[in-house]
Each structure stands twice: as C-alpha cells, then as structure tokens.
C-alpha cells in the first residue's frame, strides 16, 4: 500500500480539502513568480517554451532520457496528524497538495508547473492547482477503497502505462485548446 498516513476513518474531505488548498496555494505562488518571467518574453516564446517543456518531460516519461526532475523525496511527516481528526488531515493535505513535501511519481506537473507560470491566467492558475490536488485526492480514495490488501498497487502497476498516457493525452489537447484560444 503507498505510504500515507491516509487511513480508513481519516477525515477524507478535511484531507481533500488540504489537497485543493495546496495545489491552490502552489498555483497563486506560480502565478505570481510567473508574472515576472512573463513581463519580458513575448507570447509565442512564452507558448513555445511551455511546449518545449512539456516535450522534454514527455521524453523523460517515456524513458528515452533519464533526467532525475527536482522532488522532495520525503514524506509528510505523521506528527502533522496530532494537529487533531480534522486539522491534522488538513495540514496533510495541504502539505501533499502543494507538491513540494512528497515525492512526485510523474513529471506531469511539471509540465503544468510551467504552463502555469508562463501562460496561465489567474482563474486558470487556480484551476490548475486545485485539479493537482483533485487528482491527488483521486489516488489516495481509490487506494483506500480498492482493498485493505496490496490489489490496489497491483493494479496500478498493471495498467500504469495506459493510465499515465491517458493523463497526457488529456494534458496536451487542454493545453493546445488554450493556445489555441
């Protein structure tokens, strides 16, 4: 089972409501950041960077280059449960939600991370985060629901290549329905 101190009887919407207050969080910081870089770049190399990078995290997804991408590679520490059942699953959450505390299995946020920076705007930026922490929330529940055994890793690794190619698939059509918007 992943490690996660998300367990059977954990308030599931205090930590879900974490996960989208991270990824929010993240987001609004990216923007902000973003805006900056944004100022001296004109839009299309502003789009052709977003594309180019998302390329380049594609080709590290598909193994034909082996680039280690930043990550925090610990996780969020249990002692954030003793916060209480509803805070202590909140600051897990939000924790988690921001990306920044835990591992990353994907490279797909970093995709995302600069098309929010250099292309997004704000109610898009906020949808972007809150999605990263929606689709975290997605794989915690469905891991909790599965089975109380290891079926649901077995799973995952069964059909982890058709699902990480679906999640691209629908990345690269909503990001050339925004470019070309």
Do not use: K
């Amino acid at each position: 089972m992943l490690n996660s101190p998300v367990r059977r009887g954990t308030p599931i919407v205090a930590f879900g409501a974490g996960l989208v207050a991270g990824g929010a969080l993240t987001a609004a910081g990216l923007l902000v950041v973003g805006s900056l870089l944004r100022a001296p770049l004109p839009v299309p190399l502003r789009w052709t960077v977003v594309w180019l990078a998302a390329a380049g995290v594609l080709v590290r997804e598909l193994g034909v280059v082996r680039v280690r991408l930043p990550e925090n590679r610990r996780l969020v520490p249990e002692s954030v449960l003793r916060l209480g059942r509803y805070l202590g699953p909140f600051q897990f959450g939000l924790e988690m939600g921001t990306g920044m505390r835990t591992y990353l299995p994907s490279g797909l946020p970093y995709a995302a991370l600069i098309a929010v920076a250099l292309a997004a705007p704000p109610a898009g930026a906020l949808l972007a985060g809150a999605g990263f922490g929606l689709g975290r929330l997605l794989m915690t529940v469905s891991n909790l629901r599965y089975s109380d055994d290891h079926r649901w890793d077995d799973a995952w690794r069964a059909y982890a290549r058709p699902m990480i190619a679906a999640m691209w698939l629908v990345f690269a059509v909503s990001l050339a329905a925004v470019t070309a918007g």
